[in-house]
């Protein structure tokens, strides 16, 4: 006879008294709720979840990348 994940937990909170069973009931509306708040993934193809992604930054960032890491484009490669 195998018990199943809520037989599990109904046993575990038959041995515990009232305050604990109140912040159990605390944790338990907040993973509802956090669950129902949090946004669905994208669905698709990699490409659309790429699409999803913002990256912040200066808009010439790809152009002035080395002045923006502290060297001149003229020292060569960044060979780290």
Avoid at 5 to 15: A, D, K, W
Avoid at 28 to 55: C, D, E, M, W
Wanted: charged residues 25%; glycine residues 4%.
């Amino acid at each position: 006879m195998a018990i199943d994940t809520r037989e599990l937990i109904q046993l575990e909170m038959s041995r515990m008294n009232d305050e604990q069973l109140d912040e159990l009931y605390a944790v338990a509306r907040q993973l509802v709720n956090t669950q129902h708040q949090s946004p669905k993934t994208p669905t698709g193809s990699i490409f659309t979840a790429l699409k999803h992604i913002r990256i912040q930054g200066p808009a010439d960032l790809s152009t002035t990348y080395e002045r923006y890491m502290g060297r001149d484009a003229d020292d060569g490669p960044d060979l780290c």
